[in-house]
């Protein structure tokens, strides 16, 4: 039985290889560090798009009511 984790079709197999790498490239203690600075990251990009999806919104409605006019 295969996981495919989603992300650019990587399966359980492919996803421990490249653990491994990272591993030997950043080391054990830096490891955790860079997941959490990874994590915050895409926390932050996340928080900006929804930012900008919700500024745009009445912006929209405000012009589909112009046109409709």
Do not use: H, Q, T
């Amino acid at each position: 039985m295969e996981y495919n984790f989603g992300i650019l079709g990587v399966d359980a197999p492919e996803m421990i290889i490249i653990l491994a790498i990272l591993l030997l490239m950043f080391g054990a203690k830096k490891l955790p560090e860079l997941s959490r600075s990874l994590g915050s990251s895409v926390k932050e990009l996340r928080k900006g798009m929804n930012d900008d999806v919700k500024s745009d919104k009445p912006n929209e409605n405000k012009a589909r009511s112009e046109s409709a006019s």
